[in-house]
């Protein structure tokens, strides 16, 4: 991850801010460098006229000369934000924004995006933009918003199901805590059904410790010293341990797969994954291996 090229998708709002900050965090991490980004509608296509950043239509001038203002917009944005000898050129592009961030997305190394939009610019809830991007990126897409900004590294969590589709995420996190220092937290979710069982037997749950344990040696044993593995007996869903685990043991970033193992609802796009960024207080990680495999 040396030299790591980062997309910043901006939408104009406070909250860029937090996409930028925390590319910085990355950039810095891995001598990197950030591009800002923005996608528009062309004005024909949008009942409130320039709603990219607020601007009466007088205020923006003429369309022909639209994209030298937001381009002037994203330069002024980010060097307000980050260290400016970090940032390359701005990027603008006209189109639909989730469509436009993955294909933009492909020339780079990592995605910073924040979760929500200004009032008129829905596009960036999770959900719209942010969900179809982390569904579709064929690169890690790191999300953020206002009370998960990627501040300090020291704890991590990385979660698995044992599947080849979450090992996928092993290696971007090995890197990340190897080059912060970071505790790394392993953990898999050991879910049953109270109503069908009573709690799993110990020997199952010490099987399946054992199993995580080998699971870290095998893939990250070159940071063994920085690893922990945690398994958590829940009766709730993947995503709800998840987010209880982090909401009473703070990470700094979660990484995780968004493509679990058939048949397990765990790490499945628009379940486990969509849940988690959407609820923790931690920024999330996400890679897509089915997206990665098809390069």
């Known amino acids: 991850m040396e030299n790591i090229n980062i997309l910043v998708p901006l939408d104009f709002s406070d909250l860029g801010s937090k996409a930028l900050y925390s590319a910085e965090k990355m950039a810095k991490l891995f001598n990197g460098s950030i591009t800002p980004f923005h996608s528009y509608l062309?004005?024909?296509?949008?009942n409130s006229g320039p709603y990219m950043f607020g601007m009466e239509p007088a205020s923006v001038g003429e369309y022909d000369n639209i994209e030298d203002t937001l381009h002037d917009r994203l330069a002024e944005i980010a060097n307000e934000a980050v260290d400016s000898s970090l940032l390359t050129e701005p990027?603008?592009?006209i189109g639909n924004p989730a469509q436009?961030?993955?294909?933009?997305?492909?020339?780079?190394?990592?995605?910073?995006?924040?979760t929500h939009g200004r009032t008129g610019f829905s596009r960036f809830f999770l959900g719209s933009v942010s969900e179809k991007v982390l569904r579709t990126s064929r690169v890690p897409v790191?999300?953020?918003?206002?009370?998960?900004e990627l501040d300090t590294l020291n704890r991590i969590m990385l979660t698995t199901d044992f599947s080849d589709n979450s090992r996928a995420a092993f290696p971007f996190a090995k890197a990340i805590a190897k080059q912060a220092g970071a505790k790394l937290e392993l953990v898999n979710i050991l879910a049953y059904d109270q109503q069908h069982e009573e709690q799993p037997e110990q020997s199952k749950i010490d099987l399946r410790r054992q199993?995580?344990?080998?699971?870290?040696?095998?893939?990250?044993?070159?940071?063994?010293?920085?690893v922990e593995t945690k398994v958590i007996v829940s009766t709730e869903t993947p995503h709800e341990?998840?987010?209880?685990?982090n909401l009473n043991n703070p990470h700094d970033l979660i990484v995780m797969s968004t493509v679990g193992r058939t048949g397990i609802d765990y790490l499945?796009?628009?379940?486990?994954?969509?849940n988690v960024a959407r609820h923790v207080k931690s920024p999330v990680l996400s890679l897509n291996p089915k997206q990665q495999t098809e390069q």
């Open 91 to 93: 990027q603008i592009s």
């Open 100 to 114: 436009t961030i993955v294909e933009e997305g492909e020339k780079f190394d990592m995605i910073v995006m924040s």
């Open 268 to 274: 499945m796009m628009g379940s486990t994954t969509a």
């Open 42 to 46: 062309p004005l024909n296509e949008v």
């Open 142 to 148: 790191l999300i953020v918003n206002q009370e998960r």
């Open 241 to 245: 341990a998840i987010l209880n685990f």
């Open 211 to 226: 199993r995580l344990d080998v699971l870290a040696k095998e893939q990250l044993h070159e940071i063994s010293d920085l």
